[in-house]
């Protein structure tokens, strides 16, 4: 079955530090991978995507990821979080062709930064 | 261009009573996709609407539906409420239906079943 793994439930790093999230996908063929963000009573905030073509994305608010076929990989990093970071982070796939609406999430990791 | 908007926003029911909800969709966009967010479940897909069709359904059971109005408005509806669907429900809207496509999320409507 189809799935995306988030292997961490909670984060915390100092302000300032470097951050990476880790998201391993589980389909058939390469899906289209997404981060997105979540503050507290907030909706979702797509940080980035990842469709084809380079591996290195770049998104939103300083952040990137890294499409890493070999691993079924698809991790966020931030080279110096803000306080402003601390939310929770969800990965993303739909199938490559199919109908979009199928986002299946990752259950997510949730960020704390200490000052 | 205004976003994704949902109401309300809060929402408190009994046991047995059903519940509509509403979202508005980004203006042009034709899909509106629901997604229920619960801390055990995590995000689980409900089913996406294009042009008034519904297009894709989730593994939830038949009390749970939806429909889209000429206007890409849509409304999702829970009959028979239980205590398990306590959730913030998330509407998401993109320009067509195509995987490539970025859904934009509203801020979800936060249903609590007593």
């Known amino acids: 079955a189809q799935s995306v793994t988030q292997p961490d439930i909670h984060i915390t790093v100092s302000e300032g530090a470097s951050l990476e999230l880790r998201c391993n996908y589980s389909?058939?063929?390469?899906?289209?991978l997404f981060w997105y963000v979540q503050s507290p009573g907030q909706g979702l905030q797509l940080l980035l995507k990842y469709f084809s073509g380079d591996t290195l994305v770049q998104g939103i608010k300083g952040f990137e990821a890294e499409f890493k076929r070999s691993q079924s990989s698809f991790n966020l990093r931030k080279p110096s979080v803000h306080w402003s970071d601390a939310a929770e982070y969800f990965c993303a796939a739909s199938n490559y062709g199919g109908s979009q609406g199928n986002l299946i999430f990752g259950k997510g990791t949730k960020l704390s930064v200490k000052p | 261009k205004a976003g994704v908007t949902q109401t309300p926003r809060y929402l408190i029911k009994t046991r047995g009573q059903q519940v509509t909800l509403s979202c508005s969709p980004i203006?042009?966009?034709?899909?509106v996709s629901w997604y229920q967010q619960t801390p055990g479940q995590g995000l689980q897909f409900l089913f996406e609407y294009f042009s008034e069709t519904q297009r894709n359904k989730g593994n939830f059971p038949g009390r749970f539906s939806g429909r889209q109005f000429s206007n890409s408005r849509s409304e999702m509806n829970v009959s028979t409420l239980e205590l398990g669907d306590s959730a913030l429900y998330l509407c998401?809207?993109?320009?067509?239906?195509?995987?490539?496509?970025?859904?934009?999320f509203g801020p979800g409507t936060r249903l609590t079943v007593l």
């Open positions: 389909y058939g063929a390469t899906p289209y």
């Open positions: 998401a809207s993109s320009a067509r239906v195509s995987s490539g496509d970025t859904q934009y």
């Open positions: 203006s042009g966009h034709r899909s």
